[in-house]
């Protein structure tokens, strides 16, 4: 590799000269292999630039477009040793790369040759990759997964503030408790048909729910209030689930309503007795709000949980909900309404 251009020094007459720099000084002076200093030759300083063909450390100096070749103020070669080694590294700035990344990146450059050749090659076009085509077997397509976040009903956020998603909507057949007041159940309700669901309720207090089909949707055929336990079913899809409601008591419903893929039966209990049935014990979920000292204890044989978790049931706020799911941790979290949801609602509370 040859030297790097450098500019001629200035004229004792002051104009300009095309002629190449030689290894001669301006005085006549033999010039030794060592770069000269930085002493004026001519009133100017030479900005510590060797005339000399020994390397320099600094960048060409000449308008010529750099390429890698040395050029002189004329647009000729400029004769001199070559580039290598320690030197030639020192002339790029980088130093040698000791345990670096290996080869096949653009750190594996450990000598400064290779940087010399990235340089010359930036800006140049990259061959095309022309890959062969590929047959994934079927084995490898059963791995293929996409990432999806969850879906659900959301009932409530967590105490870091995140939604929590109850899979309300299954394509089996599901049951769900819920063990607290009206409120909550208008709430949970009102959330389902922002989802696209589709209502029924059977109630024995009628008076809570008319109008709410209406007020959430501004239609008259997402929701239908029936009078006491009665059987029901609506056709649901994955897109348009089906929901049944059942507020009739404290013993829950004595009717088989038509279940299947979509439909999802949330039976509602103002408060457990005794008289809380064996076959909702087999709930997917339950949903609850806060329990007495009596509530407590029918809740250990009928919830399958333990007595610390039965004195945090006793010690939920009016705002808050605990959610219990086969073969998972219970949950903690707060219902979060939202300002529509008060206006509809007001604040939460823990009604019987």
């Known amino acids: ?69 040395p050029m002189s103020t004329s647009g000729m070669p400029v004769s001199g040793s070559s580039l290598s080694g320690a030197g030639s590294a020192e002339f790029f700035g980088i130093e040698q790369v000791s345990q670096g990344p290996t080869e096949g990146t653009v750190y594996g450059l450990p000598i400064a040759e290779r940087a010399v050749d990235t340089i010359r090659d930036a800006g140049q076009p990259v061959d095309p990759i022309n890959p062969l085509p590929q047959l994934p077997t079927a084995s490898a397509l059963e791995l293929l997964t996409s990432a999806s976040p969850q879906a659900g009903l959301v009932i409530g956020k967590d105490a870091d503030h995140r939604p929590v998603v109850a899979p309300l909507f299954r394509p089996e057949v599901t049951h769900v408790n819920l063990i607290g007041g009206v409120y909550l159940a208008r709430l949970i309700v009102f959330r389902a048909l922002a989802l696209g669901t589709r209502v029924a309720v059977c109630t024995n207090r009628p008076q809570e729910w008319d109008k709410l089909g209406e007020w959430a949707t501004n239609r008259t055929d997402r929701m239908a209030v029936l009078p006491g336990d009665q059987p029901v079913t609506i056709e649901a899809s994955q897109h348009q689930p089906a929901l049944y409601v059942y507020d009739v008591g404290e013993t829950g419903s004595k009717v088989q309503p038509v279940l299947g893929p979509w439909r999802t039966q949330l039976t509602v209990f103002p408060r457990l007795t005794n008289f809380f049935p064996h076959e909702a014990q087999n709930a997917d979920m339950t949903v609850l709000q806060r329990l007495t000292a009596e509530e407590a204890a029918i809740a250990r044989r009928h919830l399958r949980v333990s007595a610390d978790v039965l004195q945090l049931f006793q010690a939920l706020k009016d705002d808050m909900t605990a959610l219990v799911r086969k073969g998972t941790k219970e949950k903690y979290l707060w219902t979060a309404p939202t300002n529509t949801e008060l206006q509809m609602f007001g604040q939460p509370m823990r009604t019987y």
């Open 1 to 69: 590799m040859s030297a790097p251009p450098v500019s001629a020094p200035p004229h004792p007459n002051g104009g300009p000269s095309n002629a190449p720099v030689s290894a001669t000084p301006v005085s006549g002076q033999p010039v030794s292999a060592a770069p000269v200093s930085a002493v004026p030759v001519s009133g100017q300083p030479v900005s510590a630039v060797p005339v000399s063909g020994q390397p320099v450390s600094a960048q060409p100096t000449s308008a010529q477009p750099y390429s890698g070749i």
